[in-house]
């Protein structure tokens, strides 16, 4: 199993990027997704998570300004980040919980991390 983000980049204050992460190989169910990012000398911080019932949770500061959302059929979460503002940029990285084919637990898997980078 394998979390592949793509999307990542440049982008002026005030444009927008659509962040997308698909989990790949064997999966027999997957339950909550998330997005997370990290900038220099800071900790990993939680920006938005998606359950399977579709249930959303963002951090403050990205509320009203970003979207996350899922396709269960392609086993991928996306995040639309509108207005972005330099503070926006950092690493981001996805995660998902999901129960590999043949187990019977769930583990939760992380993908490689995308740069955004937003200048002002």
């Known amino acids: 199993v394998q979390l592949q983000a793509s999307g990542g980049g440049l982008v002026q204050a005030e444009g927008s990027l659509r962040l997308s992460c698909a989990a790949t190989?064997?999966?027999?169910?997957?339950?909550?997704m998330g997005w997370y990012r990290q900038a220099p000398g800071n900790q990993r911080e939680l920006v938005a998570t998606i359950t399977g019932s579709d249930s959303t949770n963002y951090a403050d500061s990205v509320k009203g300004r970003f979207t996350i959302s899922r396709d269960n059929a392609k086993n991928t979460v996306y995040l639309q980040m509108n207005s972005l503002k330099p503070e926006d940029t950092a690493v981001y990285s996805c995660?998902?919980?999901?129960?590999?084919?043949?187990?019977?637990?769930?583990?939760?898997?992380w993908g490689q991390g995308t740069q955004v980078t937003v200048s002002s």
């Open positions: 190989g064997s999966i027999a169910s997957i339950d909550k």
């Open positions: 995660n998902a919980r999901l129960r590999p084919s043949g187990r019977s637990f769930y583990l939760t898997y």
